[in-house]
């Protein structure tokens, strides 16, 4: 059962560390939760909980199992597609680690990021042929040509492009860290594949004592899997429509932790909405069932966001332009007699489209008559794939076309393989033979 009371409280002296106020018989369920979403490092030796014992541990409360797509990050300079890039040297003459995130140096010490550089040491550990280096300091640059922060996934592309390139180089298997790129962001364990890909919860029951190898068994057990390739349903296709590439008010991580706590609605899903509607997405995927799968999509967008509504204090990602787009899709669907597109948003306010390839010609043209782009607009409105066969746009007579510049551009892709390694390494690589950046932001 989620919480949905006001049953813990924080405060902060001066300095990081929180105090948190709970009544007794809240400990338990607090504990496993706290274990389950701040894992402990692998590397911990000493107990993880400390002073008072509660064995009457509780299951934490679940994030529900959850399916995504990976999008394609091919590109070329002069064309290039939504993606993260990330380069590492790794050298036993670097003094520290270093990273560089967009041209400007972040810490290394940010939880997130420590955990994920620990526990893909302690695996090189491990291996015979990577023990040595282990122990090498790290200089770490990663670049992203897609809004941050703005609810396109920015995070889950940057942590599991920076788990893959260090599982790399570190000479471990790429496809058993997910769990890692996990602790960075949850969402990033799917992007560590490509396809269609599932985020899998802990097997029901499955308990914490508040041990550390129990926490870290925990991790690993919560990890992603390619359900369905990105070869098997190759038609397929999405377009981004990007409302606002600000970073939002409310992050995902924040916000998903005050739903988990406050919302209703949200218990009720977990528990009976979502099971039967991932194994209903899946069926869907495997027939090539378009238009079940677009009707799946558009609901599990919609009651999310309603989710976000039911949350205490709520939580608003759309805005009237994202409405706009969602009754634009209704009307397109209704006019052209079935189901040809599909909506779905994350926590932000910017839409992605699912549309199989032979629709996207008529789909792109009505979305330019429908959103028509700023009258001051120097760069491509339409990004990405291109498509010389721009079909006259569908008429919408319940649909006004909207005020010029709603949407700042369109990114048009296809479904990808997940991460990979570039050729010409020499000239893809961020760092110099130095490992120091090759470009910095001023």
């Keep these: 059962m989620v919480d949905t009371v006001f049953n813990v409280a924080y405060t902060f002296d001066a300095g990081p560390n929180a105090c948190l106020y709970v009544l007794e018989n809240t400990v338990p369920l607090l504990l496993s939760t706290l274990v389950q979403y701040f894992p402990p490092s692998s590397g911990i030796s000493a107990p993880y909980i400390r002073g008072l014992e509660y064995l009457n541990i509780l299951p934490p409360v679940q994030m529900h199992a959850k399916t995504s797509v990976a999008l394609s990050p091919d590109f070329t300079e002069d064309k290039p597609m939504m993606h993260a890039k990330t380069s590492v040297a790794l050298s036993p ?28 040491r302690k695996l090189a550990e491990q291996e015979k042929s990577s023990r040595e280096m282990a122990d090498w300091k790290m200089h770490i640059c990663s670049e992203n040509n897609f809004p941050t922060a703005a609810g396109l996934a920015s995070s889950a592309a940057g942590y599991s492009c920076l788990v893959f390139t260090l599982a790399y180089a570190l000479g471990l298997n790429t496809s058993e860290v997910s769990h890692i790129a996990r602790q960075g962001s ?25 041990n550390g190898d129990i926490g870290r068994k925990q991790c690993e057990l919560s990890n992603a899997e390619q359900i369905i390739s990105e070869s098997y349903w190759g038609s397929m296709r999405v377009i981004i429509l990007v409302v606002n590439d600000q970073a ?14 406050t919302s209703t609605l949200y218990e009720h899903r977990v528990n009976t909405i979502v099971p039967s509607r991932c194994s209903g997405m899946e069926e869907a995927l495997r027939a090539r069932d378009f238009p079940r799968f677009a009707e799946l999509t558009m609901k599990d967008s919609n009651q999310f966001h309603a989710c976000c509504l039911d949350t205490y204090p709520p939580i608003v990602y759309m805005n009237d332009t994202s409405h706009s787009i969602v009754r634009f899709v209704h009307e397109f669907n209704t006019v052209v007699g079935e189901t040809k ?48 066969n721009i079909l006259p746009p569908v008429q919408l007579p319940s649909f006004t076309p909207q005020p010029a510049g709603l949407l700042q551009y369109l990114i048009s892709t296809k479904i990808g393989s997940g991460p990979k390694i570039l050729d010409d390494i020499p000239n893809n690589h961020l760092l110099n033979e130095a490992g120091a950046p090759k470009h910095l932001s001023s």
């Design 341 to 388: 597109v599909a909506y779905t948003f994350d926590a932000g306010p910017n839409a992605c489209l699912y549309v199989l390839e032979n629709t996207v010609p008529l789909l792109l043209s009505t979305l330019v008559q429908y959103f028509p782009p700023s009258s001051g607009i120097s760069a491509p409105y339409i990004r990405g794939l291109e498509y010389l």
């Design 93 to 120: 003459d670097f003094t520290e680690d270093k990273l560089w995130l967009n041209g400007k140096e972040v810490s290394v010490h940010h939880p997130r990021i420590s955990a994920c550089l620990t526990d893909l």
């Design 186 to 210: 949850g969402s990033a364990c799917r992007s560590m594949f490509g396809g269609f890909v599932r985020w899998k919860t802990l097997p029901e029951g499955q308990q914490s004592d508040g």
């Design 248 to 261: 939002k008010s409310t992050s995902s991580t924040d916000g998903m932790q005050r739903t988990t706590l």
